[in-house]
């Protein structure tokens, strides 16, 4: 019998806190720095875990701070966390030949949150395809990437670095290593690596499986899945509407983009609407941005990417099933419905909760950084922990300047929004049970 400790929700807490912590031991090493003398233990920390939760939130320098080793340590950590622990240690039992056992199996199906309730079967095949799709996506990202650098440098630094800014790029990690350069702020009128750079992070953040749904039925959208419209109408919404907010409230900012052509004004502003919900890649600063457009950005990495994805925040599926619902209710229906489909209410109400239990988690953490850090602005820490939360990665700049106890805020922040939502609908998955009675109903006045 299997130990309720080791329970899918718990488990992940367990892996990923045995990662975080073996990624850290590395990181302290004087091998890891530059400089060669130990990282302190919190610095260390931080980093680690921001790997791990494809955050991508730093208090060094990536590029100057760590040395090839430290970055090698990163890089794995990046490609774990994105690709996700179950995933990769399925993959690992298949590339080993070892028997993956129904409760593994079970694991990586709950994990994946896509296949049907009670369907184990098939779930090796679907991990080797998924680890597959990932790494060819990769490998063509890099191979575009290292085809631009070459141009600018020498293959022993632009293989690196390319292999560094696709493997960042697909699992929304926001991680860059280039010297003298604020994320990718030197490609700014780049359109080779600012697209490239895009289409990954938008691949990652929609999931395989909403790519291969697209990709198996092409252009006869009627056949796509509830789930792959939902997605696809979610982000192409929230993509247009974050790319007019940044377009119309940077237009004239002389810190941002007022200097650039129209076309690379509108170029930007879509990359930092998909980056800026998902990865944390920017080629802005965003303490130089006007305080509305942070605002929105807020909102943007509070819901995240979709269900299955390398992203994190409270999933755009949640966000969508909630907009359903209330649009549904508002029209007197009893039902949630959209694209000729109902919704259950069972996945009505889990939506409800992980938005409810998202938002009480940025409230909290908020309140307890906003006491810690009084000297800062309400605003800009909101910013940072949804960031965090979001396992975004973009900030106002005020990571690197919060004491010891601030870092520690974020730390929990990284990991509980990349573990939680997840773990949460698990454990609401393995509870669910059929009632076999009903109590007597009684009306509650509200509004």
């Known amino acids: 019998m299997k130990s309720k400790a080791f329970g899918s929700p718990a488990i992940l807490f367990y892996l990923f806190t045995v990662l975080i912590l073996i990624g850290t031991g590395l990181l302290c090493l004087p091998q890891a720095n530059a400089t060669g003398v130990a990282t302190p233990f919190m610095d260390a920390l931080f980093t680690a875990t921001s790997a791990i939760t494809v955050t991508g939130l730093t208090v060094e320098v990536t590029a100057t701070y760590w040395s090839g080793f430290g970055k090698i340590i990163i890089l794995l950590l990046m490609f774990i966390g994105g690709l996700g622990i179950m995933t990769t240690g399925a ?22 949150s896509i296949l049907p309730v009670n369907e184990v ?8 395809r998924i680890v597959l799709i990932s790494v060819s996506v990769q490998v063509i990202g890099f191979i575009v990437y290292l085809a631009k650098l070459l141009t600018e440098m020498d293959a022993k630094n632009a293989i690196p670095h390319a292999i560094f800014l696709s493997v960042s790029a697909f699992n929304n990690a926001g991680f860059t290593a280039f010297v003298n350069s604020d994320s990718v702020s030197m490609y700014q009128q780049d359109a080779t690596i600012i697209f490239t750079t895009t289409i990954l992070i938008f691949i990652g953040a929609v999931s395989v499986w909403v790519v291969a749904d697209v990709l198996a039925f092409r252009n006869k959208v009627r056949l796509y899945s509830l789930n792959t419209k939902l997605v696809l109408a979610g982000t192409i919404v929230l993509t247009i509407l974050g790319a007019l907010v940044f377009f119309a409230f940077e237009y004239n900012n002389a810190a941002t983009i007022q200097d650039l052509s129209l ?27 006007e305080q509305h457009t942070n605002f929105v950005m807020t909102g943007l990495m ?24 209330i649009i549904s209710t508002l029209q007197g229906r009893t039902r949630a419905a959209i694209f000729g489909r109902e919704i259950s209410s069972l996945i009505v109400k889990r939506a409800m909760v992980i938005g409810a239990l998202g938002t009480a988690i940025v409230f909290l953490f908020s309140f307890i950084l906003t006491a810690v850090e009084s000297q800062f602005d309400f605003i800009d820490l909101l910013f940072e922990i949804v960031s965090a939360f979001g396992t975004v ?21 990284m990991f509980i929004g990349r573990v939680g939502p997840l773990a949460l609908g698990l454990a609401m998955t393995q509870r669910s049970r059929r009632e076999n009675y009903r109590y007597t109903q009684e009306r509650v006045t509200i509004g």
Do not use: C
């Open 91 to 112: 993959f690992l039992l298949v590339l080993i030949g070892r028997r993956v056992s129904i409760f593994q199996r079970q694991l990586v199906k709950e994990s994946i």
């Open 121 to 128: 079967g098939g779930v090796v095949k679907l991990v080797v």
């Open 263 to 289: 076309p690379n004004k509108i170029m930007i502003s879509i990359f930092e609407s998909v980056s800026g919900r998902t990865a944390g890649f920017t080629t802005v600063a965003y303490d130089s941005t």
């Open 302 to 325: 509070f819901i995240g990417g979709a269900s299955g994805s390398v992203a994190g925040g409270i999933k755009i599926n949640t966000f969508a099933v909630i907009v359903v619902a």
């Open 393 to 413: 990665g973009l900030s106002t700049g005020l990571t690197s300047e919060l004491s010891r106890w601030g870092h520690l805020i974020l730390i929990f922040a």
